[in-house]
T-cell receptor, first 110, second 115 residues
């Protein structure tokens, strides 16, 4: 019952480059959320985009949502070494719990 | 200081033993969740609760049990029936609006190891 599937599984870039991660989901959603996890730690919420929104920004983060394609993307601009982490998307349906994908592991080298 | 706490940070289980992981939140959130994470994998939902004295099974509930006697607390018991319990366990909480979950706030996790 996976409601979020990230692509690619792993991404390696240089500092200053942009990082784009994609997420696909299976059923209609109320909102889609992106989270970040540093190794061995809990997840931290990054951004929530509702089903009636198409794009949202937060600092260096830009999230898009295409409900017709059941997909979302997370763009991190001007990446830093501190952005190295795993990134997860999760779709939310009414009446059910959030279901997470397997994540994209981002490595940013200086 | 508002937040969600989990204890202990590390837990060792002997074969055949039941162990309980603690999760407490003071965010006044209605919903609480337990996830299991295996190395290099995503989160899999074990149990969740949207209201006191009520909870629902997630995808991998077998071998686990929970209780929700207080809004602030959602302990998870890993029973002897769970044959492969070694994993990182994450607890989370959220508000519930319009039947849907809002942002989830996560605890720091408990790493369970089998002796």
């Amino acid at each position: 019952s996976q409601q979020g599937e990230e692509d690619p599984q792993a991404l390696s870039i240089q500092e200053g480059e942009n990082a784009t991660m994609n997420c696909s989901y299976k059923t209609s959603i109320n909102n889609l959320q992106w989270y970040r996890q540093n190794s061995g730690r809990g997840l931290v919420h990054l951004i929530l985009i509702r089903s009636n929104e198409r794009e949202k920004h937060s600092g260096r983060l830009r999230v898009t949502l295409d409900t017709s394609k059941k997909s979302s993307s997370l763009l991190i601009t001007a990446s830093r070494a501190a952005d190295t982490a795993s990134y997860f998307c999760a779709g939310n349906q009414a009446g059910t719990a959030l279901i997470f994908g397997k994540g994209t592991t981002l490595s940013v080298s200086s | 200081d508002g937040g969600i706490t989990q204890s202990p940070k590390y837990l060792f289980r002997k074969e055949g033993q039941n162990v309980t992981l603690s999760c407490e939140q003071n965010l006044n959130h209605d919903a609480m969740y337990w996830y299991r994470q295996d190395p290099g994998q995503g989160l899999r939902l074990i149990y969740y609760s949207q209201i006191v004295n009520d909870f629902q099974k997630g995808d991998i509930a077998e071998g686990y049990s929970v209780s929700r006697e207080k809004k602030e607390s959602f302990p998870l018991t890993v029973t002897s029936a769970q044959k492969n319990p070694t994993a990182f366990y994450l607890c989370a909480s959220s508000m519930v609006r319009g039947g849907g979950q809002e942002t989830q706030y996560f605890g720091p996790g408990t790493r369970l190891l089998v002796l």
